[in-house]
């Protein structure tokens, strides 16, 4: 304990203000193991563990890289848009591909667990290292708030962790191999952030230094996927509320302090209130539902992600659409568009949850507990965004908005459409780019945009406009004073803001859409959509576009340089104009508007003015009669936009 105690502290004083500079660890790395029981995951993208039955049964000479994707790997037809993925620096770090909506790479990590807290949760953050098994395979990274700021301060940070736990305690001021059973902080003056396999400590200026713990899960997320945990214990402001998002889209798991009689903590109340928090647990209960978490992750039973895999027992097919089928029942939606893996992977990771390892058990608790089909829903929709996300793609986009007004006259509209807007902070961040050109101008131009979702819950908060104070990290203070006013719950979008966006709950898939688009944003939805239904969504967009209007893509989407429908004008940053000629799919077949099936009233959402009251009749999808000259239903929609949508 004494040697350990001295290697420690002469590592932390090494990273300190007058030390003695850096100290690299003398031991050597661990083997590079891959997933913990898993030999089949080394080396290479593995898929979730509970498939890996399937593919071992497999001759050899048929197997397949489990981390591909079938409909990934077959070549689409000549013409037809593939939308493909590609690694994104600035949310993955330096190692690693994004290649789906759940990085397949985050299986073959060790799990970390980043923990949030301040002063207030030393107590808790005390109980969680005495409930935490020596040989849990969990690696721990801690990020205190306020930031230790001077030697004094993180020295005795030091000595209490070490008091605290028996695990190793490394002091991070270089980049370090993530190890299994190692406790992880940063040194003085510095941010922990996770770089693939690595921890690393930067130097943040600006409102994020405010933010260690947003910085941390952030880059958990990015970098471990499904292997990164949040767990927020009490301290004040709402630091970690953005960051425990990121980690619930990455398919990752959060955990909260629970609240108790007499116990104040602005951190955990603004993480319980995002509606992405999986558990709230007394303390002490943490660490264990941690690693009974990750032990039931080997004996999970899934259907095989690939249709062309022989399934290990047939009734998990048959289970596994009875899942969907359910869900259907009770939400209404239907996840069919979706892609076969990403679907799966949520499931695995809602049977974590609920600790079960079948589809038979899972169906038991959809029957059970009446809150777990909204909750898959969550997972499913994951209606998660943050303001100017990836900003050199944003900053690409604010230097072509002047070609969208070049050619407007005076009292003309430019239209935007943002689908798939989640709480609507990227609509927010286009109103503002839009906003900041008009006063460069003295046209009377006006901007309308239209921003949808399929999550209702999504849209009414976007309808609020209220956010954390953590948007600090992605929000300049000149825009923060601008466009927000600074309330007690957070920041609100001020209202000349949002009378600039129009909310709608919408189905880009089967609803009409929005016309006479000159700029459509379609941000990270179709990495979750299968090859037909990404198809769909480009056709929907192509036909809602003008011919010199643009299209925004997420970074780690893009157009297949073939696609009949788009054209890359920055490929670098996802900006695409559509090619010239009538919609048309790569069949040949004219696209038509999509149409619901019976009579739908469309209810305008709140925007600020009359005709936010407005409901739209629009009759049923059925063909026009002999001699009848009103056109197709998709017409009269188009006209119906065009006399009533507001100005």
């Known amino acids: 304990m004494a040697a350990r105690c001295a290697r420690v502290c002469v590592r932390a004083r090494a990273c300190l203000p007058g030390g003695a500079g850096a100290v690299r660890r003398s031991r050597g790395r661990r083997p590079d193991r891959g997933r913990r029981g898993h030999p089949a995951c080394r080396g290479r993208a593995a898929p979730h563990p509970g498939h890996l039955r399937a593919l071992r049964r497999q001759p050899r000479a048929h197997r397949r890289d489990a981390g591909h994707q079938h409909e990934d790997a077959l070549q689409p037809p000549e013409g037809i848009p593939r939308v493909t ?3 994104d620096d600035a949310e993955t770090g330096d190692e690693g591909v994004l290649g789906e909506a759940v ?9 970390v667990v980043g923990i949030g807290c301040a002063d207030a949760g030393r107590d808790d953050l005390l109980a969680f290292f005495r409930t935490l098994a020596p040989s849990s395979g969990l690696a721990v990274a801690v990020a205190f708030r ?7 301060r993180l020295e005795s940070d030091i000595e209490w962790l070490m008091r605290a736990t028996p695990l190793p305690v490394e002091v991070v001021s270089e980049r370090l191999r993530v190890e299994p059973d190692t406790v992880y902080v940063a040194c003085a003056g510095k941010l922990l952030i996770s770089r693939g396999r690595f921890l690393d400590a930067v130097l943040v200026e600006g409102p994020r230094t405010a933010l260690p713990v947003d910085h941390l899960f952030r880059s958990l997320a990015d970098a471990h996927g499904p292997h990164a945990i949040a767990v927020v214990l009490p301290g004040d402001g709402d630091d970690g509320s953005i960051g425990i998002r990121r980690i619930k889209e990455r398919g990752g798991l959060t955990v909260a302090r629970e609240r108790s009689e007499g116990l ?13 928090v999986d558990w709230t647990l007394p303390p002490e209960e943490i660490a264990p539902r941690i690693a009974e978490y990750f032990r039931l992750e080997a004996g999970i039973r899934l259907p095989p992600e690939e249709l062309s895999q022989p399934a290990a027992d047939v009734g998990d097919e048959t289970a596994f659409h009875q899942v969907l089928e359910a869900v259907q029942r009770r939400t209404g939606r239907d996840f069919r568009n979706y892609k076969r893996a990403t679907v799966l992977r949520r499931l695995g990771r809602r049977l974590q949850v609920n600790g079960v390892s079948t589809l038979d058990g899972y169906l038991e608790c959809l029957r059970t507990r009446p ?5 898959l829903l969550q997972d499913m929709l994951v209606s998660v965004t943050n303001f100017f996300r990836d900003p050199p793609c944003f900053g690409a986009l604010q230097a072509c908005i002047p070609e969208l ?14 689908m798939a807007c989640a709480t609507g902070e990227e609509a927010y961040s286009i109103a503002m780019l839009m906003s900041e050109h008009l006063r460069t101008t003295r046209g009377t131009t006006v ?4 921003a949808s979702d399929l999550d209702a819950q999504a849209i009414r908060t976007a309808r609020e406009g209220l956010y954390p104070f953590a948007i600090e990290a992605d929000v300049s203070p000149e825009r923060l004073r601008q466009f927000f006013s600074r309330e007690a719950g957070g920041y609100r979008v001020k209202r000349a803001l949002r009378e600039m966006v129009l909310f709608a709950a919408h189905d880009g898939l089967r609803d009409p859409p929005f016309s006479r688009i000159d700029l459509a944003s379609c941000r990270n939805l179709l990495i979750y959509l299968s090859r037909e239904a990404q198809l769909r969504v480009l056709e929907t967009l192509h036909f809602s576009m003008r011919p010199t209007g643009r299209l925004f893509l997420g970074a780690s989407e893009t157009v297949d340089e073939r696609s009949l429908l788009f054209s890359a004008v920055d490929k670098k940053h996802r900006l695409y104009v559509p090619r010239p000629g009538p919609s048309a799919s790569a069949s040949g077949r004219r696209y038509e508007a999509p149409q619901a099936v019976g009579t739908r009233r469309t209810a305008l959402p709140a925007a600020g003015t009359a005709l936010a009251r407005l409901q739209l009749d629009l009759p049923s999808a059925q063909p026009a009669g002999p001699g009848a000259g009103g056109g197709s239903w998709a017409e009269m929609h188009l006209r119906a936009i065009d006399r009533l949508a507001p100005p």
């Open 371 to 375: 809150g777990e089909a909204g909750a």
């Open 405 to 418: 007004f070049a050619q407007k006259m005076s009292g003309d509209a430019v239209r935007v459409w943002v």
């Open 264 to 276: 104040s903590s602005e951190m955990v109340e603004a993480a319980v209130a995002t509606n992405m």
């Open 103 to 111: 990085p397949t790479r985050g299986y073959r990590l060790v799990p």
């Open 447 to 450: 901007v309308q945009i239209f």
């Open 146 to 152: 306020p930031p230790p700021p001077a030697a004094v």
């Open 85 to 87: 993925t590609h690694s």
